[in-house]
Every structure is written in C-alpha cells, then in structure tokens.
C-alpha cells in the first residue's frame, strides 16, 4: 500500500505564491514518476505537472513558466512551486505517484486565489 500526503494549499491573493507539498510513504519499490493533478468545480480536470523518475519534468500550457515542479529522492517527496498565481488557478490539488502500473492518489489540498 502506498500512502500519498499532500499539505501546503490555502488563500492566496493573485500574483502571490503557494508551495505545495507531496509526500508518499509505504510500499515503494523504486523511483517513482510523480505529479500534480488539479480539479476545479464544473471544469475539467487538468494534470498540471509531472517528473519522472529520473527528473525530466512536463507542465501544462496553463501553467508553463509560472509553477515549478521538483522531488526529493531521499525523502520520496515533491513540491510544486506555484508564483504568479491567477484565480484561474483555483481548485483542489491533488499529488500521484506511478508505480507497476497502478497510480496512487492523495486526498487533495484546496488552492484558492481571491482578491
């Protein structure tokens, strides 16, 4: 069993910053790929950041050259550095990891941007 714990969401006014974090615990095998994937209400959900195992990294266009996503191999853990934050980027954020096929999911941290 794999557990995913994500922590770091909350308010933000537009423009500011948030960090979040992801940390995943129990039955790793290896190096993992890993990401974020975010779900708005009444809008698609979006995968809006991954990094593979050996660190190559693919944004969507939403969020390309405003979040930054990286990991900590030692602590099997990833962040996701969001700036210049719009309140298009409101939803609920959600951290994945890959592994043998089946992809494991945390419980979510809300993202809010609002004036």
């Known amino acids: 069993q794999v557990h995913i714990v994500e922590s770091g969401g909350g308010l933000v006014q537009p423009g500011g910053s948030l960090r979040l974090s992801c940390a995943a615990s129990?039955?790793?095998?290896?190096?993992?790929?890993m990401g974020w994937y975010r779900q708005a209400p009444g809008k698609q959900g979006e995968s809006v950041a991954r990094?593979?195992?050996?660190?190559?990294?693919d944004y969507a266009d939403s969020v390309e050259g405003r979040f930054t996503i990286s990991r900590d191999y030692a602590q099997n853990s990833v962040y996701l550095q969001m700036n210049s934050l719009k309140i298009e980027d409101t939803a609920v954020y959600y951290c994945?990891?890959?592994?043998?096929?089946?992809?494991?999911w945390g419980q979510g941290t809300q993202v809010t941007v609002s004036a």
């Open positions: 994945n990891l890959i592994q043998r096929g089946d992809t494991y």
């Open positions: 129990g039955s790793i095998f290896s190096i993992a790929p």
């Open positions: 990094i593979s195992a050996s660190g190559t990294t």
